[in-house]
């Protein structure tokens, strides 16, 4: 099967290789078929192209990877409709916004994508009653040089 994407081209995949978002993502509720695609070998970014339109892809970020201390509980139903078990655990990624300086990425922390990777499922939840927003520095901003005296 070919998946066209605008940034990438044509992509060869296998129906397998599709992850489903039975209720969609935010804004894109109609799009339900997605490809999760690692940026490089290694990196804790993804690509999460849709399969239906080849303009829409997002750039994600493995939560932990930046945010070692983020938490929350996912709820029973959301456990259920993902099929998540000790065998089949969550992984957690977030969208990153990209604004013109790279350096000021931002990752939205208060609605994550959970995703069942072995079940190919996956969902996107907006936290409740929580201090994560929707846009949270991936790096941290440079320090102010220090004043130069004795002129």
Do not use: W
Request: hydrophobic share 45%; glycine share 4%; aromatic share 10%.
């Amino acid at each position: 099967m070919i998946v066209e994407s605008a940034r990438l081209g044509d992509l060869e995949i296998e129906e397998k290789d599709i992850i489903a978002f039975p209720k969609g993502l935010l804004g894109f509720e109609e799009e339900r078929r997605f490809l999760l695609l690692p940026y490089e070998p290694e990196s804790p970014f993804f690509l999460l192209q849709s399969v239906a339109d080849k303009n829409l892809m997002f750039l994600l970020a493995d939560v932990f990877s930046f945010f070692a201390d983020y938490e929350f509980v996912l709820d029973d139903q959301l456990v259920a409709e993902l099929e998540l078990s000790e065998e089949y655990r969550p992984h957690v990624l977030a969208i990153v916004n990209v604004p013109k300086n790279a350096a000021d990425m931002t990752a939205n922390l208060l609605a994550p994508l959970i995703f069942n990777i072995d079940r190919r499922l996956a969902q996107q939840v907006v936290l409740e009653k929580t201090v994560y927003k929707t846009k949270h520095r991936l790096f941290a901003p440079p320090a102010p040089e220090k004043a130069q005296g004795g002129e």
